[in-house]
């Protein structure tokens, strides 16, 4: 029994290591390429995707532990950072998933300082037969730059540090702060950003605040460079103390000074005409506003409504000394004026509201709406001035115009408004043709594939109209369309129009059915019509029963039926026979053939032979008697028939000259 088990041992051996050398061998990991390349992203779902190979590139995993990977539960390759080196690709090596993996997969950051990261969900896990010289793939991702960046700047505040609801006053310290967003916003999927590559996820912003006097130099600027995450902003806050009264423009702007992005816009939050007092005011109104801001930034859309909002007060200051307990403000009425205008310093709105009076001597929040109809640059600008009766005769300085900048973008694709042909041609030239609802380049495909892969531009495009000639055979298309407007908005899905393109003649073939009598001849009739899209080249043809004579006509004509027209062709037959017949016609044009046929109906009827019978000689006087028969070949009986006889010549009858032969049955001879 021991020798047995050995035995059995030994060819399990041998037949695993013969399965080793037959069967592929499978692996716990699974080993991927990626190669890498850059792209252009021009807004954030629209991306110019090129074939320049990155180096360099730098990549870390994590195992995601929900569905929009959040929060992560473990780290791949044991937290090491993958550099590609040299090369344009990393072959990764995923481990064996655990169910935890299979659920949520793996987030992967793929990165290089200066551009904007690639991050993924990735599902590999099980065996397969891949190495690490035989990878899957390669499978292409992309490290982006931004064609330009915009990091608007809003919610400029000028405070005096001392009492915030009174205007600046030389020698106190006043408060210059600015809230800067981010050029970039977060496009995902994943939402976990690891703290070791913060720094890829934010965009570097340079912020300067400067002062100008009444002569438009420059008393104060300072700057500060801020890491501002994706999607994010930074409240910036400087300080300025004023040592000369007189009024002031003070200016903040921002630019990207980023190596994610390709070029920048500086945006600007400005305020005009900033009084800077000897003292508090005395006997007198003023306002402040401050945070001027729109919703919506960084960028607000085209057709989306924008709220801007502001801090407003506007005080009567009664003639006593600040500080004392008499020293009294007292809110008055504000009136606004709203303004925006365009880049080409246009106003495209204005209002003029009068706005109550805050509820207490400092500063409360109010707001406007505009809804932009058309994409650019703008500027937001708002100004008041104090409005009651306690200013008539009193200083009463109007404040601002505070301003901001706004980018409206139009970041909806155009849309098709119509596509022909939208039914069958019956040409093989023609157009296709779309119209937009804005300018637009169109490119077609017979495929739905996207507006990047399609293969074809239409020839006439770049406006709202855009046609393409056609020649096409005769056949069952279908064309997909899709456009991009002059801000790089592609349509995500397609438009398609089906038709037919069916150009054929087409023969219908129009009889009567015959009834005759037998051995009566008459006429065939055939009324052929082409109701098809061109003319009928071609012959048709009748076949007749061997029983029938063709007396006029030819049994194949020849055809040629323009289309929308009938033709009509006869043929004369003679019905030898009696019985049910068919006579087929076929109509053979263009490759394309129509038949009918005709019953005719021949009804027997008797038919005579008369049979006359005289002596063979005779001489002058005789009288000789003449014997008539008459056979009836027919299948039918017949009737009565009356004969006559008569003479020519010297020849005279003796006796009646007609007679009545009475019924002459079928097949039978009657004298």
């Given at each position: 029994m021991t020798k047995k088990i050995k035995t059995t041992i030994n060819m399990i051996g041998i037949i695993a290591i013969l399965l080793l050398f037959i069967m592929p061998i499978t692996h716990a990991n699974r080993y991927v390429q990626y190669d890498f390349k850059d792209r252009i992203v021009v807004s954030d779902s629209n991306y110019i995707e090129t074939n320049n190979s990155v180096t360099n590139v730098n990549a870390i995993g994590f195992i995601c532990a929900d569905d929009t990977c959040s929060t992560v539960s473990g780290i791949l390759w044991g937290g090491q950072t993958l550099n590609s080196g040299s090369n344009d690709y990393i072959v990764f090596d995923f481990p064996t998933a655990d169910s935890s993996v299979e659920t949520y997969g793996y987030g992967l950051y793929i990165y290089k300082d200066g551009y904007i990261a690639w991050e993924q969900s990735s599902y590999w896990w099980g065996t397969s037969t891949d190495t690490p010289e035989n990878p899957e793939g390669p499978y292409t991702k992309y490290l982006g730059k931004k064609e330009l960046c915009i990091a608007p700047i809003e919610n400029l505040t000028v405070l005096n540090d001392a009492q915030e609801n009174v205007p600046l006053i030389i020698n106190i310290d006043a408060s210059l702060d600015a809230t800067t967003h981010a050029a970039i916003e977060a496009a995902g999927p994943l939402d976990y950003v690891p703290s070791i590559i913060a720094d890829q996820y934010a965009v570097e912003t340079t912020i300067v605040m400067t002062v100008y006097n009444s002569s438009n130099d420059v008393v104060y600027t300072d700057s500060s460079v801020e890491l501002i995450p994706y999607s994010g902003s930074a409240n910036v806050e400087f300080t300025w103390t004023p040592t000369i009264t007189g009024t002031y423009r003070i200016e903040a702007t921002s630019t990207a000074t980023d190596a994610k992005c390709l070029d920048s816009d500086t945006q600007t939050a400005m305020k005009n005409n900033i009084l800077v007092y000897p003292a508090a005011p005395r006997d007198e109104c003023y306002t402040i506003l401050n945070g001027l801001s729109a919703t919506g930034n960084p960028h607000h859309e085209l057709g989306k409504e924008i709220t801007i909002s502001y801090d407003k007060l506007s005080n009567y200051a009664n003639d006593e000394v600040m500080g004392t307990p008499a020293y009294v403000l007292t809110p008055v009425e504000t009136s606004m004026t709203y303004t925006i205008k365009n880049d080409a310093g246009s106003t495209i709105d204005t209002q003029t509201p009068v706005i109550t009076a805050n509820p207490t001597d400092g500063s409360s929040a109010y707001e406007f709406k505009w809804t932009p109809t058309t994409p650019g640059n703008y500027t937001i600008s708002i100004s008041g001035i104090a409005q009651d009766a306690s200013c008539t005769g009193k200083t009463n300085p109007v404040y601002g115009p505070d301003t901001i900048d706004a980018v409206v973008l139009d970041t909806l694709p155009p849309q098709i408004l119509t596509l022909e042909p939208s039914s069958d041609m019956h040409v093989n030239t023609f157009n296709l043709e779309a119209t937009t609802d804005e300018t637009a380049t169109c490119k077609y495909d017979t495929n739905d594939v996207s507006y990047?892969?399609?293969?074809?531009?239409?020839?006439?495009?770049?406006?709202?109209?855009?046609?393409?000639?056609?020649?096409?055979?005769?056949?069952?298309?279908?064309?997909?369309?899709?456009?991009?407007?002059?801000?790089?908005?592609?349509?995500?899905?397609?438009?398609?129009?089906?038709?037919?393109?069916?150009?054929?003649?087409?023969?219908?073939?129009?009889?009567?059915?015959?009834?005759?009598?037998?051995?009566?001849?008459?006429?065939?009739?055939?009324?052929?019509?082409?109701?098809?899209?061109?003319?009928?080249?071609?012959?048709?043809?009748?076949?007749?029963?061997?029983?029938?004579?063709?007396?006029?006509?030819?049994?194949?004509?020849?055809?040629?039926?323009?289309?929308?027209?009938?033709?009509?062709?006869?043929?004369?037959?003679?019905?030898?026979?009696?019985?049910?017949?068919?006579?087929?016609?076929?109509?053979?044009?263009?490759?394309?053939?129509?038949?009918?046929?005709?019953?005719?109906?021949?009804?027997?009827?008797?038919?005579?032979?008369?049979?006359i019978a005289t002596p063979d000689n005779v001489v002058i006087g005789d009288t000789v008697q003449v014997a008539v028969g008459i056979y009836n070949r027919g299948v039918v009986d017949g009737t009565d028939v009356p004969i006559s006889i008569s003479t020519t010549g010297n020849l005279a009858i003796n006796g009646s000259t007609s007679k009545i032969i009475p019924v002459v049955d079928a097949n039978t001879t009657t004298q």
């Open positions: 990047d892969t399609m293969a074809n531009t239409f020839a006439t495009t770049g406006t709202e109209t855009h046609t393409q000639p056609l020649t096409l055979t005769d056949g069952d298309y279908t064309y997909y369309v899709r456009c991009m407007d002059v801000y790089d908005n592609k349509n995500q899905q397609s438009n398609s129009t089906s038709f037919e393109v069916d150009t054929k003649p087409n023969i219908a073939i129009h009889v009567d059915d015959v009834f005759v009598d037998q051995t009566e001849t008459f006429t065939l009739t055939a009324t052929l019509e082409n109701y098809g899209y061109s003319q009928a080249d071609g012959n048709i043809t009748i076949t007749i029963p061997d029983r029938f004579n063709l007396t006029d006509g030819n049994l194949k004509e020849v055809i040629a039926i323009p289309n929308g027209t009938n033709s009509t062709y006869t043929w004369e037959i003679n019905a030898v026979w009696w019985g049910d017949y068919i006579i087929d016609i076929v109509a053979d044009y263009d490759g394309l053939q129509e038949t009918a046929q005709v019953s005719v109906q021949s009804k027997p009827i008797p038919i005579y032979e008369y049979r």
